[in-house]
């Protein structure tokens, strides 16, 4: 699963907002298809291998694009253990996601099957997705 080599701070702050939507990696970079956020939520490494793999085992031939990479760190206290007296261990790790980001993108295999793979793989994720295009993101401007 993803996680980062190193960190800096086990605990880190958690936005204020979510609100707002993003500019940067919201346009399709790499592949041909992507599968877009319209809501907000974190998504854990769990979550991402889950939707990677069913989009990999639907389409055989292509190529899988990730663009998000969990490295914020979520921490939790064992069972049985008192509160205060700092943060607990680092227990997972999650990435903040807003709406227009792209989750993931494919190329190199034709649209009724990507469609179908990223429609499979938006049922893995906490938030809602909407498939989109390279050919259909050009024409609107």
């Known amino acids: 699963m993803l996680a980062p080599k190193k960190i800096v701070h086990k605990k880190v702050h958690k936005p204020s907002t979510r609100r707002g939507t993003l500019k940067r990696g919201s346009t399709i970079a790499y592949g041909e298809y992507a599968l877009k956020a319209i ?49 607990g261990a680092i227990d997972r790790f999650m990435f903040p996601v807003k709406p227009g980001r792209i989750i993931f993108e494919v190329s190199g295999v034709p649209e009724p099957v990507v469609r179908e793979a990223l429609r499979i793989a938006a049922h893995k994720l906490p938030f809602r997705c909407k498939f989109i295009s390279k050919k259909d993101s050009f024409n609107i401007k």
């Open 39 to 87: 809501s907000t939520s974190w998504l854990t490494s769990r979550q991402i291998e889950a939707a990677r793999m069913s989009i990999a085992r639907r389409c055989k031939t292509g190529k899988v694009f990730i663009r998000v990479f969990p490295d914020k760190p979520v921490t939790s206290k064992g069972l049985n253990m008192s509160m205060g007296k700092g943060a």
